[in-house]
């Protein structure tokens, strides 16, 4: 099973990215995938989870109305559009997958909890 977190970059503050989150070995259908964001210094913290087969997604308060994700099983392919970027958002950000979790589940169970993890994809956003 492999995740690949992909899409960061650097953005002015108010910019937007999209990022993305391929797998192979297993099924979106089956699996719920969150995605996380460690900023230096910090502990890793929850962004957003979407269901699996995307009946529902879940955000932190943080993020929410500026984040979306969003699902595509053709392509085993979940994203993460970010708009209105801010400083704060810096990160090193990771997707995570656990099977048959609701999102707002995803969102309470600590990062212990999740089956899979892939490697993170670093967002700068400049002032």
């Known amino acids: 099973v492999q995740l690949q977190a992909s899409g960061g970059g650097l953005v002015q503050a108010g910019g937007s990215l999209r990022l993305s989150c391929a797998a192979s070995?297993?099924?979106?259908?089956?699996?719920?995938v969150a995605w996380f964001r460690q900023a230096p210094g910090k502990e890793r913290e929850f962004v957003a989870a979407?269901?699996?087969?995307?009946?529902?997604?879940y955000y932190a308060d943080s993020v929410k109305g500026r984040v979306t994700a969003s699902g595509d099983n053709a392509k085993n392919t979940v994203y993460l559009q970010m708009l209105s970027l801010k400083p704060e958002d810096t990160a090193v950000y990771y997707c995570?997958?656990?099977?048959?979790?609701?999102?707002?589940?995803?969102?309470?169970?600590?990062?212990?909890?999740?089956?899979?993890w892939g490697k993170g994809t670093l967002v700068t956003v400049s002032s």
């Open positions: 995570a997958a656990r099977v048959r979790t609701t999102a707002q589940a995803m969102g309470a169970l600590p990062s212990s909890a999740m089956n899979y």
């Open positions: 070995g297993l099924t979106f259908s089956v699996y719920s």
């Open positions: 979407i269901s699996w087969s995307g009946g529902s997604t």
